[in-house]
């Protein structure tokens, strides 16, 4: 059968590429490919021109992850609860969501300690080494043993 003079069927209407999605939400059409590829958005199908198509369910799906992200959990993390949510319907998730917040609050209070000691030892650096920052005294220069064997 020739193509030619064939009827072209529009797309389901209410569907939106995943461009459109991208546009919509501002998310990278990268980062949606991700999430679909995990699973955490599902495709209504594919355009006659084989684009993938997503409902206006997928806007509620990515504003829930990019809240979710802004909140500091890690895409594995939010896989995990998509997991529970989708696995167990009749399970609060509330429970899961302070687990994951709590590990977040967990890297912060470590994050914060690593940066703390780091400020100290910044801080016991330019005091002991006052001189050289400040252009007098000793040079660090000529404490380099690289540069004290060059003739």
């Known amino acids: ?15 939106m590429t995943i ?14 490919r991700r999430y679909d590829g995990l699973g955490l958005l599902y ?7 084989n684009y993938r198509l997503f409902d206006e369910t997928a806007l ?3 504003a829930v992850i990019t809240g979710l992200r802004n909140l500091g959990l890690t895409v594995s993390e939010i896989h995990e609860l998509a997991d529970v949510y ?7 998730i509330g429970r899961h969501i302070t687990e994951r917040l709590q590990a ?3 890297r912060l209070d470590l994050r914060i300690a690593e940066l703390a000691e780091l400020r100290r030892l910044l801080g016991d ?7 050289a920052l400040a252009g007098r005294g000793a040079d660090f220069r000529e404490e380099d043993p690289r540069r004290a064997s060059a003739p």
């Open 104 to 106: 977040v609050q967990d």
């Open 86 to 92: 989708l696995g167990t319907p009749d399970e609060p």
């Open 1 to 15: 059968m020739s193509s030619v003079g064939a009827v072209r069927h529009p797309d389901p209407p209410g569907l």
């Open 60 to 62: 509620w799906c990515v």
């Open 125 to 131: 650096f330019q005091v002991a080494n006052r001189g």
């Open 43 to 49: 495709s209504a199908g594919r355009s006659q021109a």
């Open 19 to 32: 461009g459109e999605l991208s546009r919509r939400t501002g998310a990278s059409v990268k980062v949606l």
